[in-house]
């Protein structure tokens, strides 16, 4: 069992930046990857950025890559996504995923067994 708890959210200004955390316990995160999902009201939830464990090798949906950036802190068993120049449609809940997955970073939230409460990111225009 790994246990996802995610901090960080809140309100910022179009233009603004916030950096978000994802602290994991439980286990060892060997072959893990870890994940961050949103869902905006009204919509499905899709794909942020992932990232594998192991070699830290990081991808991301298109519509945020170049203002996102996530990392991972071995030391600490904690994944960050640092947001910049945020924008009104990055509004949604921000949810961390996890799964040993190893190599494969899937982009489809069926693949990830565990998850986070979630934090809310609301971006004013």
């Known amino acids: 069992q790994v246990q996802l708890v995610e901090s960080g959210g809140g309100l910022v200004q179009a233009g603004g930046s916030l950096r978000l955390s994802c602290a994991a316990s439980?286990?060892?995160?060997?072959?893990?990857?870890l994940t961050w999902f949103r869902q905006a009201p009204g919509k499905a939830r899709e794909f942020v950025a992932g990232?594998?464990?192991?070699?830290?090798?990081?991808y991301y949906h298109y519509s945020v890559k170049g203002r996102f950036t996530i990392s991972r802190d071995i030391a600490n068993n904690t994944v960050h996504l640092q947001m910049n120049s945020l924008k009104f449609e990055d509004t949604a809940v921000y949810s961390c995923?996890?799964?040993?997955?190893?190599?494969?970073?899937?982009?489809?939230?069926?693949?990830?067994?565990?998850w986070g409460q979630g934090t809310k990111v609301t971006v004013s225009s």
């Open positions: 990232v594998t464990w192991n070699a830290g090798d990081t």
């Open positions: 439980g286990r060892t995160l060997s072959d893990y990857v």
């Open positions: 995923a996890a799964d040993q997955l190893g190599a494969v970073v899937r982009a489809d939230a069926a693949g990830y067994a565990y």
